[in-house]
């Protein structure tokens, strides 16, 4: 039998492989922009390409490969590799990017959101906020446990969605769904913030994350960040980098000059300098 040539093996990876890189550029291009519209973009094309076409998020059944060190064979799923690594470096560089604007499920959660009238929204106390998102952890310790003592993959089923994007399931857990939605609609990112093992794994590397988001002195006091942030990511000066999703809403408001006390101070003790006022991180509409 002839060796495999890899042009052959590329060669039907290749489409898929373009995409998931313009993807990938378009995701981190609108973060460094900080621009809203890209990142809408990005959000749409993650539920779309990522969710519905491919159906490639990165999921508990992917730990469970890891600690079976039973993964994909590299040659024949390269794109597995590629998002895989991207999400780790990204994670490690700048926290939990993925949930961001990558993760379709996040994604279609951060579109409900923006669509949906905010009237609709609950505000979850300060207090049961932070305790709820101890859930997640223990929902991850429990799912490696349980996979390690039964090797059932299919425990995937009752911790996470994600099947959703290939539109099967049993009736049981479309109602399911349904009502995670439903609850979605009240409380924003419900299953991003309380309940995704994957979003808590995400988040116990974002601790060694690098590049962290930049605070002033005046965040000591300010709350306006804290009171824009919907992943409850901001305690006082504190980012909590375990749930921020890098989403840039509260970096928009440190770069604005309207807003932002800093800004304000900053202009108001310098009354004859010219209207062009100090150059702040340049942020994108
Ligand atoms: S928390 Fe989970 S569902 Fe939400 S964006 Fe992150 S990985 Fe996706
Ligand atoms: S608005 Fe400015 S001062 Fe207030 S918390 Fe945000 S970055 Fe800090
Ligand atoms: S508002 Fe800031 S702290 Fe909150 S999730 Fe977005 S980037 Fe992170």
Redesign the pocket.
């Known amino acids: 039998m002839p060796a495999e040539r890899w042009q052959d093996v590329l060669g039907p990876q290749a489409l898929d492989l373009a995409l998931l890189a313009l993807f990938i550029a378009l995701a981190l291009i609108s973060f460094f922009r900080k621009s809203v519209r890209l990142k809408y973009a990005s959000l749409v094309f993650a539920v779309g390409y990522m969710g519905f076409f491919k159906s490639h998020l990165i999921s508990v059944v992917d730990i469970f490969g890891l600690i079976d060190r039973n993964l994909p064979i590299f040659k024949y799923n390269i794109s597995y590799y590629v998002l895989g690594v991207f999400v780790l470096a990204s994670t490690v560089l700048w926290?939990r990017l993925y949930c961001?604007r990558v993760c379709a499920f996040g994604a279609l959660t951060q579109l409900m959101d923006a669509v949906l009238p905010s009237r609709l929204r609950v505000d979850v106390p300060r207090n049961l906020d932070r305790n709820a998102a101890w859930i997640k952890y223990g929902l991850l310790a429990f799912v490696i446990v349980y996979f390690v003592v039964t090797h059932d993959l299919l425990v995937y089923r009752f911790v996470e969605p994600f099947w959703m994007f290939g539109l099967f399931g049993t009736t049981a857990m479309w109602i399911g769904l349904g009502a995670l939605l439903l609850a979605t609609v009240f409380v924003r990112n419900l299953y991003c913030r309380f309940l995704c093992p994957v979003g808590a794994l995400l988040g116990v590397i974002s601790n060694v994350t690098v590049f962290e988001?930049k605070r002033w002195s005046e965040c000591k006091t300010c709350k306006i960040?804290e009171k824009?942030?919907?992943?409850g990511?901001?305690q006082g000066p504190k980012?909590?980098k375990t749930?921020?999703?890098?989403?840039?809403?509260?970096?928009r408001l440190y770069a604005d000059q309207k807003k932002c006390p800093h800004w304000i101070i900053l202009l108001r003790a310098r009354p004859s300098a010219p209207k062009s006022a100090p150059a702040a991180p340049s942020v994108q509409a």
């Open positions: 926290g961001g988001i960040c824009a942030c919907e992943w990511a901001i980012i909590v749930e921020c999703v890098r989403c840039d809403d509260c970096e």
